[in-house]
């Protein structure tokens, strides 16, 4: 055996999951820096260091990674309604929670946020995008629905999607005032509001 000679551990190869985590990651850097339009596969995948042909391998088109970026963005949000519900505590509680930790989610994903509404455009003005950005906010609306319901919410079914989709529409909203004046909308304002969306009575 032959001492001082340095132990070469084997290369260990990134998993399938973790090169579309890179490349997602990538993916919404140069998003933000160039633009959707001004993105290039071949500069996201420099980002990532990986070749353009292995962007290509998980993905598809630029649509298709900025889709699977507002994918992972609405399982973060669904953890972050999960976490809020799942503090216990009456309703002024979980209202708290779930307001604090969606404006730090919103100040800590400027550059997502910054994307999604550049893509949000084209969208409205792309009747093929809008479908799939219409069914995505469907998807995301109910799987905030199931979150809730699962945390065992003592609110009717009907009223509980509705506030499933009143969650969505606001978070969104806050998010575009928040880009455009940090600060403007405070963790105890938006508590008021989500407190009196969810303790409005069952009739209405």
Partial sequence: MLLG???????VRPTRDEV???ILDAALEVFAAQGFAGATIDAIGQAAGFTKGAVYSNFGSKDELFLALLDRQFERRSALIA?????GGDVANITEELSRSMLDSIHEQHSYHLV???YWLRAVRDPQLRES????????ADQ??????SSGADLPSSQLADLARLFVAISTGVAMEEMLQPGSITAANLGHLLAALIDQPSHR
Wanted: aromatic residues 10%; positive net charge; hydrophobic residues 45%.
């Fill in 116 to 118: 999604f509404f550049e």
């Fill in 83 to 87: 976490t809020a519900f799942d503090s």
């Fill in 20 to 22: 579309r985590e890179r």
């Fill in 144 to 149: 905030a629905l199931r979150v809730v319901e």
């Fill in 133 to 140: 950005l219409v069914t995505r906010s469907r998807a995301a």
């Fill in 5 to 11: 000679m340095a132990t070469v551990k084997p290369r």
